[in-house]
Each structure stands twice: as structure tokens, then as C-alpha cells.
């Protein structure tokens, strides 16, 4: 084994630097998919912590689909995780095509995280879904902190479904997953760029009705509407 029977672990939630140190040695092949784990008196010994420590390291590994404890055999490594990043910044998304694309992934997970956060969302949750409306509809006068109100809807919706994966993907996505910046510009004139900004208020305006009513359905309906109609406007040619 890479780690000596003596490790310690250093500073902060000593959970969590177990928990690390396991992952580690499980991304570089210390133990292997199928492998029996060492016992939680091995694993004492090994990390110099508690029993206790041990086994809230393994219930991590084990929600992070790494482990599986089987009653009287142990616990064994089920996959590595993932070394591979999602990054998807300006770089990633610096054509049209690339932003029709982020659309659609949109599409397929922003739909659910609507109707979720209807169903599940506290009334500290609506406050803020509210809020982040309000500011995006006041950011009108102020085209540079749009793109920060929009995702900041689209942020606090995920935040209300209760799963912290929804959120962790929009976090990852970040402002530029937002579209409007380029769909407005292809309005010539003010009046049409108004226009376009009083469109995309409405839709949002009729997501956050649904999540307040806890219509998962109807929130499903309007963020689907919304992405599709932010798709459509970005696929449409600029005018003349």
C-alpha cells in the first residue's frame, strides 16, 4: 500500500481527510474496482483516528457510489471516480453551434430542476427565486449585470430542488451557459432589444408562477418553453 501503516491525518474535519485519502488511493489504483477495503481496525491503525471516523468516511464513499459494504464480508471498491473534468467556460462555448448544443443540455436538465424545485422548495427558497427575479428584471437599464441576474435565476431554482447535483452542474456551467447577451445583440434597434428582454422576463416570470404554486408540471412546461425559446432566438439569423 502507498499509505504507511502510521499515516496520520492532518488538520481539519478529519472525516473528510479520510474520506480524501481513501478516494485518492482509489483513483490511483492503491485499491482496485472488486477489491475488499482493510478493516475498520485496520483502517484505525492505519489512519491513527476512531471507529467512528472510519465508518462516517465509509458512509461518504459509499454515497459517492465508490464503496459497498456487504454485512459480515466488508466493504469493497465498486469504480473509480471520474478524473475528468466539466468545464464548460468562453472557450467551450465560443460559437453559436456550441451555445445551440449547451441549449439542449440545458433542456434536458433544467426542465426536471423546475418542476423539482416546485415541488420541493421552502419559503426561504421562493424568497430568493423572487429576489434574483426582481433584480433580473431590474437589470433592464443595466445590460453588464444581466447575464449575473439571469443565472442568478437559474441558479437559486436549482438550489430549491434540495439536490445538491442540480446545483452542482449549474454552478460548474456558470453565466456564460446564458444565451440572452448574443440573442439580444441581434436586435438592431432598442425597441427590438426591449422587446426581446420584456420576452424573457415574461418567461421567467412564468416559471417562478408555476414554482409557487407547486405546479411541477406547469414549472416543467414554462422552463421548457423558456430554453426553447432561447434556443429558437439564438438559431433565428441576425436581422437586417
Known amino acids: 500500500m502507498s499509505t504507511s501503516p502510521n499515516a496520520r ?4 474535519s478529519l ?32 489512519f491513527s483516528v476512531s471507529r467512528t471516523v472510519i465508518r462516517e468516511a465509509i458512509s461518504r464513499l459509499q454515497a459517492a457510489g465508490l464503496v459497498e459494504t456487504y454485512r459480515g464480508k466488508g466493504t469493497y471498491v465498486l469504480t473509480r471516480p471520474s478524473e475528468a473534468p466539466f468545464p464548460v467556460g468562453a472557450q467551450q462555448t465560443h460559437t453559436v453551434a456550441d451555445r445551440l448544443a449547451l441549449l439542449d443540455f440545458r433542456l434536458g436538465n433544467e426542465v426536471e430542476a423546475a418542476g423539482l424545485a416546485a415541488l420541493r422548495h421552502t419559503p426561504e427558497q421562493l424568497d430568493e427565486i423572487s429576489r434574483a427575479l426582481d433584480l433580473f428584471r431590474s437589470s433592464r437599464s443595466k445590460p453588464s449585470g ?11 431554482i436549482a438550489v430549491a430542488t434540495n439536490n445538491h447535483y442540480f446545483v452542482d452542474l449549474i454552478t460548474s ?8 447577451p448574443q440573442t439580444r445583440l441581434r436586435a438592431i434597434e432598442i425597441d427590438q432589444r426591449d422587446e426581446h428582454f420584456d420576452r424573457v422576463i ?10 409557487a404554486r407547486r405546479d411541477a408540471l406547469g414549472a416543467n412546461a414554462a422552463a421548457r418553453v423558456h430554453l426553447a425559446n432561447s434556443r429558437d432566438r439564438l438559431a433565428r439569423p441576425p436581422a437586417n
Do not use: Y
Not at 9 to 12: K, L, Q, Y
Not at 146 to 155: G, L
Open 173 to 180: 456551467l456558470g453565466p456564460t451557459m446564458i444565451a440572452m
Open 9 to 12: 491525518v492532518g488538520g481539519g
Open 202 to 211: 415574461f418567461e421567467h416570470e412564468a416559471i417562478f408562477a408555476a414554482i
Open 146 to 156: 444581466a447575464v449575473e441576474a439571469d443565472f442568478r435565476f437559474h441558479f437559486t
Open 15 to 46: 472525516t473528510e481527510k479520510v474520506d480524501r485519502l481513501i478516494t485518492e488511493q482509489i483513483v490511483d489504483g492503491t485499491f482496485v474496482s472488486g477489491e475488499k477495503l482493510p478493516s475498520e481496525s485496520e483502517l484505525m491503525v492505519r
